[in-house]
């Protein structure tokens, strides 16, 4: 069984500092710094504190804070978010337990959202900001869908009329293809960190709705003794 959290409203000014030093807490644990190292479209390599939403469908590289690669990473499948925490979980143990971790957190949780409406439209501005780089990939695939039908069409005409195909014609096709192939593997990646945002916020609500009934039932049983 879980054990119960008194959890009581903090005043206004205090908020600040308390959410500052749990996230101290939380981050006790955090390897060094690390730096990413990518490619553009036109093949320029940059280097950040992180990849580009735009970029992170391509193989990258990880960075110490010396500069070494530490991880070249080609399946991009997986998030940054999810590759960091496995990272820290087979890294060195952790500085506090899991327990207090937790404990940690819950706090953190009702101090930042008063209710599970906020919760629900964190989880929509999120996912709007996944918007835009989805938008622009489904005009791509629309786009290169719709360029692979012209140009097909055009080279069956040719084919009926007893003419040849020309190599850089089959080649533009080619290029078509690929690159719808690269959009869908775009998709399918964007569609996968919407879900596991939802995922994400959707634990942050039910534990949310789980110590806000227990602090509900904790202050009706005082209320009750008095």
């Known amino acids: 069984m879980e054990s119960s959290l008194n959890i009581t409203p903090v005043p206004g000014p205090k908020i600040v500092a308390i959410l500052i030093a749990l996230i101290i807490c939380l981050s006790a644990t955090s390897a060094v710094a690390e730096s990413y190292r ?3 479209k036109d093949g320029k390599i940059h280097y950040g504190a992180a990849v580009p939403a735009e970029y992170r469908d391509q193989p990258y590289d990880i960075l110490n804070s010396a500069g070494v690669v530490i991880e070249h990473v080609e399946d991009t499948s997986i998030p940054l978010e ?3 925490e496995k990272k820290i979980k087979q890294g060195r ?8 971790r937790r404990i940690q957190s819950d706090k953190l949780l009702v101090i930042r959202y008063s209710s599970e409406e906020d919760i629900l439209k964190a989880q929509e501005l999120e996912i709007a900001q996944l918007g835009y780089d989805t938008k622009v ?3 791509s695939y629309k786009s290169t869908t719709t360029a692979i039908r012209s140009e097909v069409k055009e080279a069956a005409d040719q084919q009926r009329a007893g003419q040849t195909v020309s190599p850089e014609t089959q080649k533009k096709i080619d290029q078509l293809y690929a690159r719808q192939a690269q959009d869908e593997k775009r998709r399918k990646v964007m569609a996968n960190r919407e879900n596991q945002i939802r995922l994400r916020y959707q634990a942050e609500i039910e ?7 227990e602090s509900e039932e904790t202050d009706q049983a005082a209320t009750d003794q008095g």
């Open 93 to 100: 143990a952790p500085l506090i337990s899991e327990e207090t």
């Open 137 to 139: 990939i489904n005009q």
């Open 38 to 40: 990518w490619k553009d």
């Open 207 to 213: 534990r949310y709705r789980f110590l806000t009934s």
């Open 82 to 84: 999810v590759r960091a």
